[in-house]
């Protein structure tokens, strides 16, 4: 057998491994790892008779299914390019994303279909674009023409996003073997085992979920375990039923099942390593989460540029609660100041890490944006922290101004390009409000043009969010004041709105 | 509205204001006003079910979150009203 680069060809070597063992539960469906070999093989053949070839962009609109990791590892197999997008996108949304990639296809589900075929016909960003349920793509492909054979070299394999600090998500593309690093690297340092059982409920179109249950299964034969949403009776079932034994998480769903009495009653005891991501990790959760289930929540720091960079595996998990962790095997880790100088243990500075798993580069941003970000193989995340005496990194905050709420990244800029919009507001800015958990919740502070009822002007600001955004983004807060307070620079004061 | 469908009532917004900072004078005197365009989403909904059952000692199974339940204040008044003895 000749090599395979990047995530086919760990799937490829599961597959010879584990062959019979369970790959993947969706609902009543489970599928071994030769099963998944072979629907694999369908999707791939079934997308090169659409098109989809090597350095082709498909873009996959769907939920955490069966369907989503058989049409990423049909991507995969093809040496094509993924791009994977929030199934809960307005379609405004995805034209956005989509404006840059020249995907060649969008595979979706057959809910979705209409509304995003519909955009594809009208918008030059979909001219050419087909649009299809995954579901369907293996039926409409004919028969026994098998997929070309994979390409022996590495290319593009992921086109993620990066919320931008314009308004207008960044895009990014990372390559086969920089994917296959990063399965690598959280195998390495987690242990994960073909006995493991990992649950999915984290969205696997984010770099969370993609890479700490979809890679990390395919690299290591660990039954990867599909929920589509957080349903707290159906997560514990699935964690006593399956044997769950790891469980990448975002702090709301972990603080919603700690705080759920009767998961007492359910055997949860397989459970060896949850771990959070995408937002702090507040103490009080934590403290209730190990009450609850008798085994520490950890946590995890990572991004879409290179996904998991650290995690904390510390045997003192209470005493370094607080803290991400020390960097996954073949990461480096570093504190700069603004200079890039290093900085000493517990001095706040910028995170900065080289990582094989890194993209190398924004597309289509000044080479000078990248030059800053990506210098000499280290990425400048722009979130700050520090490092303890251990080499534990804390992460104090971020440069960038994201709104972290319920596990997403909500760009501000993005949320006030749409209240611009309506004629009654002069001036707004959107903020992160602190929430009672340390979580942040979506704030508007916003200025109107002329004395209206505000409770009217809410409403309507409301529902023009609601159209243009997804739920996450539109605010749960709308205030409103006389003027946005700025600095004598004319820089918004945002500590004073929050 | 009778004694008990006002407390819980009271409690309800409470919570409301609490846990999703959604400011009282925002929530809508009109008991059907739907909790959805005051910008509650899915996880929103599910914060208020957990604060319910903690504040309420009582067990809100999945099956039962779900529009006719927790689509306005009024709803959840009387989700809550049969399920409190």
């Known amino acids: 057998m000749t090599a395979v680069p990047g995530v086919a060809g760990h799937l490829a070597s599961t597959v010879e491994r584990c062959g019979a063992r369970t790959a993947l539960v969706d609902g009543d469906r489970r599928l071994s790892w030769d099963q998944l070999a072979e629907a694999v093989e369908r999707r791939a053949a079934a997308l090169a008779q659409r098109d989809v070839g090597p350095g082709h962009a498909l873009a996959v609109v769907l939920p955490n299914d069966t369907d989503f990791v058989v049409t990423f590892l049909a991507v995969q197999r093809l040496g094509a390019l993924a791009v994977p997008l929030n199934p809960l996108f307005t379609v405004a949304e995805l034209g956005r994303h989509l ?136 997560t514990l079932a699935l964690i006593e039923r399956e044997r769950v034994s790891i469980f990448p998480t975002v702090p709301f769903a972990a603080q919603t099942l700690a705080e759920t009495r009767r998961a007492d009653r359910a ?139 319920a596990g997403y990244k909500v760009d501000p800029f993005e949320v006030e390009d749409v209240i611009l919009r309506h004629p009654a507001v002069a001036d707004v800015v959107v903020v992160g409000a602190a929430g009672s958990l340390g979580e942040e919740v979506v704030k508007a502070v916003v200025v109107h043009t002329e004395v209206t009822d505000d409770r009217q002007l809410r409403h309507e600001l409301l529902a023009l969010c609601r159209e243009e955004l997804a739920v996450h983004k539109v605010p749960r807060i709308v205030a409103f004041r006389d003027e946005i307070p700025r600095s004598p620079l004319g820089k918004i004061l945002r500590k004073y709105l929050v | 509205m009778d004694e008990s469908l006002a407390a819980i009532d009271a409690g309800v917004r409470a919570l409301l204001a609490e846990r999703l900072h959604v400011e009282p004078d925002d929530v809508p005197g009109d008991d059907d006003a739907s909790l959805q365009d005051m910008g509650l989403d899915s996880t929103a909904i599910l914060s208020l079910v957990t604060g319910l059952e903690d504040r309420y000692d009582v067990e809100i199974p999945d099956r039962d979150i779900t529009l006719d339940n927790f689509g306005s204040v009024g709803a959840v008044n009387r989700y809550m009203a049969g399920l409190l003895p």
Not at chain 1, 101 to 116: E, F, Q, S, Y
Not at chain 1, 348 to 371: H, K, L, M, R
Request: net charge negative; hydrophobic share 45%.
């Open chain 1, 267 to 405: 055997d949860t005891g397989s459970l060896r390593l949850a771990f959070t991501a995408g937002a702090p990790l507040a103490r009080e959760t934590f403290d209730l989460w190990g009450k609850r289930f008798g085994t520490p929540l950890r946590q995890l720091y990572g991004c879409s540029e290179a996904g998991s960079v650290t995690i904390n595996l510390d045997d003192d998990a209470d005493a370094t609660a607080g803290s991400v962790g020390r960097p996954m095997k073949g990461i480096d880790l570093a504190i700069v100041r603004e200079d890039g100088a290093p900085c000493a243990p517990g001095e706040n500075g910028e995170i900065t890490f080289a990582s094989p798993a890194a993209t190398t580069g924004y597309d289509g941003v000044p080479p000078q944006d990248n030059a800053r970000s990506f210098a000499g193989g280290w990425f400048r995340t722009s979130d700050l922290g520090h490092v303890d005496a251990a080499g534990n990194l804390y992460v104090a905050g971020r440069i960038k101004l994201f709104i972290s709420t």
């Open chain 1, 99 to 234: 404006a840059g990639c020249h995907v060649r296809g969008i595979a979706t589900t057959a809910a979705l279909a209409p509304a995003i075929a519909e955009w594809a016909d009208r918008t030059t960003a979909g001219e050419g674009t087909w649009v299809a349920p995954a579901a369907d793509l293996d039926r409409d492909a004919a028969s026994a023409a098998g997929a070309p054979a994979p390409p022996a070299t590495d290319g593009p394999a992921l086109y993620a996003f990066s919320s931008g600090s314009t308004g207008t998500p960044k895009g990014m593309v990372r390559t086969a073997a920089q994917l296959a690093a990063e399965a690598d690297n959280f195998y390495d340092t987690v242990g994960v085992t073909e006995g493991d059982a990992i649950l999915a409920l984290v969205a696997l179109f984010h770099a969370h979920g993609l890479g700490n249950a979809v890679l990390a299964s395919v690299r290591s034969g660990a039954t990867l375990v599909l929920q589509a949403a957080l349903r707290r009776d159906e």
